[in-house]
T-cell receptor, first 119, second 107 residues
Framework: EVQLVESGGGLVQPGGSLRLSCAASGFTFNSCEMNWVRQAPGKGLEWISY????????YYADSVKGRFTISRDNAKNSLYLQMNSLRAEDTAVYYC????????????WGQGTLITVSS | DIQMTQSPSSLSASVGDRVTITCRAS??????LAWFQQKPGKAPKSLIYAASSLQSGVPSKFSGSGSGTDFTLTISSLQPEDFATYYCQQYDIYPLTFGQGTRLEIK
């Protein structure tokens, strides 16, 4: 069974940092591209970052570029999101999501982890 | 960035009804269009990829169509568990972009 389990969420002050993790199981992690998607309270879905299977190709949304860093450790079946210089508008539930190839797109989502940026 | 516009933003329907949601891209995206269902407090669930292909385990009551800029999601024979928010997403070009969502409510 495919499982994606996010962790690392919580309350952080503006300007602070946080590192999210996504533990993958039930599939060959190093064969799948991965994304982070977030959802602010009461709002829609916002894609924020992509990483290729090897980690050699990375994309970011303009809203997080220069502040967030996506990475992966295929040996540990894990995806990460390092979040720096956090702002109130970064408050959201953060989901990791698996892509089963560029044609199939996103097929599995984690349960999400809530980040609250507030003083 | 490619803008995705869904309509309607909300929709009221009855159990047993058939409904259609539309998604329009600001530029052509071939058929790289996905649909997701999200229930309150839950993660999104993937329904359709490549505009018309069902993800594994998704019932055939869900169907999608379209190519280029105009796409539709149709849900037939609505059941109580189908009332949720639906999002389209283009995955042809980064940044990936979502529609604003369509909230499907029970009439």
């Amino acid at each position: 069974e495919v499982q994606l389990v996010e962790s690392g969420g919580g309350l952080v002050q503006p300007g602070g940092s946080l590192r999210l993790s996504c533990a993958a199981s039930g599939f060959t992690f190093n064969s799948c591209e991965m994304n982070w998607v977030r959802q602010a309270p009461g709002k829609g879905l916002e894609w924020i970052s992509y990483i290729s299977t090897s980690g050699s190709t990375i994309y970011y949304a303009d809203s997080v570029k220069g502040r967030f860093t996506i990475s992966r450790d295929n040996a540990k079946n894990s995806l990460y999101l390092q979040m720096n210089s956090l702002r109130a508008e970064d408050t959201a539930v953060y989901y990791c999501a698996r892509m089963s190839g560029s044609y199939v797109g996103t097929d599995y989502w984690g349960q999400g982890t809530l980040i609250t940026v507030s003083s | 960035d490619i803008q995705m516009t869904q309509s309607p933003s909300s929709l009221s329907a009855s159990v047993g009804d058939r409904v259609t949601i539309t998604c329009r891209a600001s530029q052509g995206i071939r058929n790289y269009l996905a649909w997701f269902q999200q229930k309150p407090g839950k993660a999104p669930k993937s329904l359709i990829y490549a505009a018309s292909s069902l993800q594994s385990g998704v019932p055939s009551k869900f169907s999608g169509s379209g190519s280029g800029t105009d796409f539709t999601l149709t849900i037939s024979s609505l059941q109580p568990e189908d009332f949720a928010t639906y999002y389209c997403q283009q995955y042809d070009i980064y940044p990936l972009t979502f529609g604003q969502g369509t909230r499907l409510e029970i009439k």
